[in-house]
């Protein structure tokens, strides 16, 4: 097959048993916009179930007909199929709606036990042993490069190969610069530093766990074709920030394709009104 797993069309019959919907996907930027039930999070919520177990979710079971996703490279995933390997495209699902302590069992958690309090806590746990992971994976690259060659151009190799991390660093930085944050370098996993002091992320406001999920996510793609899916990903996120959100996506993976569903005007205002969709205009068949 030709082209990659990217989503080019999903196609969802008899949804909320009112009517059928079609959406022609662009294999970059697609945001997903709709009044409150429209059908935005259930849309969302099919595509990734689809992607990653093959059937819409259960608690939909009777809401929702058939649901067809088609790929650039002509995959077709229907009802009863086979999921899409993680090795065939990274695919991701960033839900930012926080929930309490009593939704999580922290018995594993280990040092962090006290600070893990919220699901955007445990989420960001998971994504520091990616982060790790991560990095190793990169020093193991810039250890096979220099048994190589330890010439000028080894070294441009190696410095592309750090570029992303980097912007990630920095990226952050800039973001949280107003209330003195800093990524500590020095350290293996996100730990900041705030003037004198030492933050882990689970001290941070909410709106900072949601930026810091969404970018080392994307981070951890490692520049690969993935799918990144976001649910109403301003929430908790100041203004400049919404703003921001989709341009700092590519930088850090060019290769990803985006998939959100928004109510914010601020998502769109960098340039992004064409990639707009509004679920009334994918309507067929309405019952």
């Not at 009593?102 to 040092?111: D, F, P, Q, R, Y």
């Amino acid at each position: 097959m030709n082209g990659t797993y990217k989503i080019s069309t999903v196609e969802i019959s008899s949804l909320w048993n009112r009517a059928d919907v079609v959406w022609r996907l662009n294999p970059d930027v697609n945001i997903l916009s709709g009044i409150n039930g429209s059908g935005k999070s259930t849309i969302l919520s099919c595509i990734a179930n689809m992607l990653a177990y093959g059937k819409p979710p259960s608690r939909l079971e009777g809401l929702v007909g058939d649901v067809k996703i088609t790929c650039e490279n002509g995959h077709v995933l229907s009802r009863g199929s086979s999921s899409i390997a993680p090795e065939q495209i990274a695919i991701s699902y960033v839900r930012t709606f926080d929930h309490g302590a009593e939704a999580i069992n922290t018995e594993w958690i280990g040092k962090y036990r006290e600070l893990i309090c919220t699901e955007l806590d445990k989420i960001i746990y998971n994504l520091q042993r990616r982060y790790v992971d991560y990095q190793l994976n990169i020093s193991k690259k810039v250890t096979d490069i220099l048994r190589k060659d330890n010439s000028a151009a080894a070294h441009e190799s190696i410095a592309l190969l750090m570029h992303q991390q980097q912007q990630f660093l920095e990226m952050v930085d800039l973001l949280f610069e107003e209330t003195g944050k800093k990524i500590d370098r020095e350290q293996n996993e996100v730990i900041f530093s705030c003037g004198k002091e030492t933050l882990t992320p689970y001290q941070l406001s909410s709106g900072e766990k949601q930026m810091l999920i969404i970018l080392l996510t994307v981070l951890v793609q490692d520049g690969k074709a993935a799918i990144l899916l976001m649910d109403e990903p301003e929430i908790s996120l100041h203004f400049d920030w919404q703003k921001k959100l989709i341009q700092y996506t590519l930088e850090l993976n060019p290769n990803v394709q985006i998939i959100l569903a928004t109510h914010s005007p601020a998502m769109i205002m960098e340039g992004w009104l064409d990639k707009v969709s509004e679920v009334r205009d994918l309507i067929q068949n309405a019952r």
